[in-house]
């Protein structure tokens, strides 16, 4: 059975190092590569800010024969009653599910594979009543019924959505403030997957705000959307601005540096 816990309750994340390969990472917009020095270091605050809000934070080491290998979303989803390892659409990922494998082994008793198919956890929302899969260049039908298969095992519901054209991840237009809550841009509003919640626009923009992460009391925000962070602080949120503008290069938001759970 799944948690009663709000599904951004959490008292454990895994990130992983960058390696100094991450400046050639995956990106569907180039603007340029980051630099280095700069994942570095939001990379640290950002492992400095989740610690502060309450988490215990396992730190892996760099990969460098993976640049992307930094958004530990991606090869896997986690949740208290398991983990799923799954199959990263993009083929230059797909050795990264190996790598973080044996850590998640060893940290869950159970420990499911995706069968088929691909799948990223970037298109996985997780809700309090659903997972919700969105298709993308990333996730395809039969990696996502797969992925159902494998919550149903857990204890969770599935439930497949659609991702808009042209965006990276589900989770690129969308993040879950609060159970009845998601923050969401609007091309991804108009679709009507969140019938149910109440939504949250993010200003014209400042799209890329909609990746925020809620943390326990806090909901991050990329600090170069101050609109978005002004929108939220209205209406009530203990709001943190985190640096992105580095890892924003490679396609990458909040969400995708980490995986969460709560132990117990």
Known sequence: MASTYPVYRFDSFIVRTPSSSVVNGLRADDRGNPTYAGVLAEHAAYI????????????????????????????????????????????????????????????FSTVLDLPRGFADGGDVLTTQNSVMIGLSA???????????????????????????KDVLHFKTDCSL????????????????????????LVPAGEEAAANALRVNDVVFVGSDYPRTAE????????VVP???????????????????????
């Open 48 to 107: 400095h800010a989740v610690s502060r809000a309450g988490v215990e934070v396992t730190v892996l080491p760099p990969l460098e024969a993976f640049p992307d290998s930094i958004f530990v979303e991606d090869p896997a989803l986690v949740f208290p009653e398991g983990a799923i390892l799954l199959r990263p659409g993009a083929p230059t990922r797909a050795g990264e599910t190996a790598e973080i494998a044996p850590v998640l082994k060893r940290l």
């Open 177 to 200: 403030v609060d159970e009845e809550t998601v923050l969401t841009t609007e091309r991804l509003e108009r679709s009507g997957v969140f019938k149910g919640f109440r939504t949250l």
């Open 231 to 238: 929108l939220l602080a209205a209406k009530g949120y203990d």
């Open 138 to 164: 990333r996730t395809n039908r039969e990696g996502a019924e797969a992925l159902i298969e494998c919550l149903a095992r857990l204890g969770r519901k599935g439930e497949i959505v659609e991702t808009p």
């Open 242 to 264: 985190l640096r992105t503008t580095e890892i924003g290069k490679i396609d990458a938001g909040l969400s995708c540096m980490s995986l969460r759970w709560r132990r117990g």
